[in-house]
């Protein structure tokens, strides 16, 4: 079955205090590995896609890899606005849907 | 702003009413996904749409579910005599033909059943 499991639920860190979190799945044929942004009551945010193992991808603070089994998303220098659910997602086999973690929320404190 | 468009963005029914979501996706953008955000569960998918064309409704449930995407205007899910377990958020995605799995998602509708 497909299906996407993120880790950690929750993690606190301190302004500055690098971290990653993980994303881990298993969709027969991969055709790209999203991670969104999501802060109370909005609609999730497009951050990155991945594609194939090796790839990265950065924007600010945050950067994004992937490996034939899982993706990191890590946070370098985290400052307080980084606050929020980071969800990862993958398509279904047939493409016609994302499958959704259930996202690790995080909250950086000053 | 050309992003994904929802309204209402909360939408407050009484068991046994109809509610009706609206999305307009994207500029250019002609698929359309609907997703439900239940607090403990993430978001699940429940619909994927083409103008006038429903190709994958796998996660719909069965009764009372119902979506749509005409040829002119928004995408409609419909979901009639709610019950208080149909509260939550609704997210509407869209994406273009080309990058058909890249989706981006509007504000939600909040619903909630008294």
């Known amino acids: 079955e497909d299906q996407v499991t993120q880790s950690p639920e929750a993690l606190r860190l301190q302004e500055g205090e690098s971290s990653s979190l993980n994303c881990s799945y298993t969709?027969?044929?991969?055709?790209?590995l999203f991670w969104y942004r999501q802060d109370p009551g909005k609609g999730p945010e497009f951050l990155f896609t991945l594609y194939s193992a090796g790839e990265e991808k950065e924007k600010e603070r945050l950067k994004a890899t992937l490996t034939k089994k899982e993706s990191f998303l890590h946070i370098t220098a985290p400052k307080p606005e980084d606050s929020a659910t980071y969800l990862c997602a993958a398509p279904n086999q047939a493409g016609t849907a994302l499958i959704f973690g259930k996202g690790t929320t995080l909250s950086v404190s000053s | 702003n050309a992003g994904v468009m929802q309204n209402p963005r909360h939408l407050v029914r009484r068991r046994g009413q109809e509610a009706r979501l609206r999305c307009s996706p994207m500029k250019g953008h002609s698929h359309v996904y609907w997703y439900r955000q239940l607090p403990e569960e993430g978001l699940k998918f429940m619909v994927y749409l083409q103008k006038e064309n429903i190709i994958d409704e796998s996660g719909m449930p069965k009764e009372r579910f119902s979506a749509e995407f005409p040829k002119e205007g928004p995408s409609i899910l419909r979901i009639q005599q709610v019950v208080r377990g149909d509260s939550a958020a609704y997210f509407c995605?869209?994406?273009?033909?080309?990058?058909?799995?890249?989706?981006?998602f509007g504000p939600g509708t909040r619903l909630t059943v008294l």
């Open positions: 995605a869209s994406s273009g033909a080309a990058t058909r799995n890249e989706q981006f």
């Open positions: 969709v027969s044929g991969l055709r790209g």
